[in-house]
């Protein structure tokens, strides 16, 4: 069983600020997937980045990068430069490496850039 | 190339009803689910599917029926409509290779 947390409700920013959400996970899995995903107000799910346990080096996009750190099950997501787009609901999510890749959420944390 | 399609956008069920909602994907993918996000909530699976014919039960299935006849489309049907359904459903599709999941736009369903 997976099971992700996140830890901040809610989370506010200056734009063109940078800003850190935390995600903590629990896998019994050997081989996992991570992921955040946005959701803006339209509701779409939108993927911001993954990051495959394996790898070792921390995954970027742009000005989205994630402090991976294993050992510690933690899975934390920058966003660097914030711009008034930004403003969403963040969900981080844990995947088995194999199989049918079914995801589990947390419960997300509702990001507000500020002009 | 669409994505992930969903319908309806929006639905009023009374207690008692039933409805389908509709998923079809147009990039041959091989997986695909049904989430339901509750209020404050993230996304909770209720089915999936790994190919046609083949579904099985995830974390809250109760009160819900999938098929899987093609591989575009992954239907989800409520039976007997009750309040604690009311929710967002996403519809969601992956391919074998890639376990990045595409999502649909959700239906969002209120039974009174």
């Known amino acids: 069983a997976q099971t992700v947390t996140q830890s901040q409700p809610e989370m506010s920013v200056q734009e063109a600020e940078t800003v850190t959400l935390s995600c903590t996970y629990d896998t019994s899995e050997s081989n996992y997937y991570l992921f955040w995903y946005k959701q803006p107000p339209s509701r779409q799910m939108i993927l911001v980045i993954r990051?495959?346990?394996?790898?070792?080096q921390n995954a970027t996009e742009n000005r989205f990068s994630v402090n991976f750190q294993k050992a510690a099950k933690s899975f934390s997501l920058k966003i660097s430069d914030s711009q008034l787009g930004d403003t969403a609901m963040y969900f981080c999510?844990?995947?088995?490496?194999?199989?049918?890749?079914?995801?589990?959420f947390g419960k997300g944390t509702k990001l507000s850039v500020i002009p | 190339n669409a994505g992930v399609t969903q319908t309806p956008k929006f639905r009023i069920l009374k207690i008692g009803q039933s409805m389908t909602l509709q998923c079809t994907q147009d990039m041959n993918h091989n997986y695909m689910y049904w989430y339901r996000q509750d209020p404050g909530m993230g996304l909770k699976l209720i089915y999936y599917s790994v190919g046609a014919g083949i579904t099985d039960k995830g974390e809250v299935p109760n009160g819900y029926n999938v098929s899987r006849s093609t591989t575009e489309d992954f239907p989800l049907r409520l039976e007997l409509a009750a309040p604690s359904q009311t929710s967002v459903y996403f519809c969601?599709?992956?391919?074998?290779?890639?376990?990045?999941?595409?999502f649909g736009p959700g239906t969002r369903l209120t039974v009174l």
């Open positions: 999510a844990s995947g088995p490496g194999a199989g049918s890749y079914q995801l589990t």
């Open positions: 969601a599709s992956s391919s074998p290779q890639r376990a990045t999941q595409f």
């Open positions: 990051q495959e346990a394996y790898k070792q």
